[in-house]
């Protein structure tokens, strides 16, 4: 992707696309993997996009390959969790870091997922320790 200088966000059903540089779209959908004390840990302690501190933003375009898509959901759960500890890693960094998750597959577009995350200045280390970590991926 080339260099961007300034990224807009829009938010909607028909967002206004930049008639210059290049867009990328996705939407918010159910979670896949989440289970129910999972998501009381969550909601407990996140906090949601657009707090006036967060003035830090990461986008990171992400695909998966063919092969995770052809598991099975049970096996994707087993490696996301079990194996990866993907949400008991990510729990550690709430609510330092606010995020949002968009699927993009299945619009056509380039990439599987846009993952989208916001922080304060001060958790600027704490967000490129997640990413380092294998679990971030
Ligand atoms: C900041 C802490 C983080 C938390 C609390 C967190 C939490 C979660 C949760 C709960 C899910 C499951 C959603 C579902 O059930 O569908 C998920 C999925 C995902 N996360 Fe994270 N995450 C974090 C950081 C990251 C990072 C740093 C990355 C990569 C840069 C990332 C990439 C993804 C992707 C791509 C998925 C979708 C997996 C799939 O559907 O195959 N997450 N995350």
Same mark, same amino acid.
């Given at each position: 992707?080339?260099?961007?200088?300034?990224?807009?966000?829009?938010?909607?059903?028909?967002?206004?696309? &930049?008639? =210059?540089?290049? %867009?990328?779209?996705?939407?918010?959908?159910?979670?896949?993997?989440? !289970?129910?004390? /999972?998501?009381? #840990?969550?909601?407990?302690?996140?906090?949601?996009?657009?707090?006036?501190?967060?003035?830090?933003?990461?986008?990171? &375009?992400? =695909?998966?390959? %063919?092969?995770?898509?052809?598991?099975?959901?049970?096996?994707?759960? !087993?490696?996301? /969790?079990?194996? #990866?500890?993907?949400?008991?890693?990510?729990?550690?960094?709430?609510?330092?870091?606010?995020?949002?998750?968009?699927?993009?597959?299945?619009?056509?577009?380039?990439?599987?997922?846009?993952?989208?995350?916001?922080?304060?200045?001060?958790?600027?280390?704490?967000?490129?320790?997640?990413?380092?970590?294998?679990?971030?991926?």
């Amino acid at each position: 992707m080339a260099t961007a200088e300034r990224l807009d966000v829009n938010e909607g059903i028909s967002p206004d696309l &930049p008639s =210059t540089g290049w %867009a990328l779209t996705g939407v918010t959908s159910n979670e896949r993997y989440v !289970e129910r004390e /999972e998501r009381v #840990s969550l909601t407990t302690v996140q906090e949601g996009l657009g707090r006036e501190h967060a003035t830090c933003a990461a986008l990171i &375009p992400m =695909t998966k390959s %063919a092969a995770w898509r052809d598991l099975t959901q049970d096996v994707r759960r !087993e490696v996301l /969790e079990a194996q #990866s500890h993907h949400i008991a890693v990510g729990l550690e960094y709430l609510p330092a870091i606010a995020r949002r998750l968009h699927h993009c597959r299945d619009l056509g577009g380039e990439f599987d997922f846009l993952t989208w995350f916001e922080f304060a200045p001060h958790a600027d280390g704490a967000f490129e320790e997640i990413v380092g970590r294998p679990a971030g991926h």
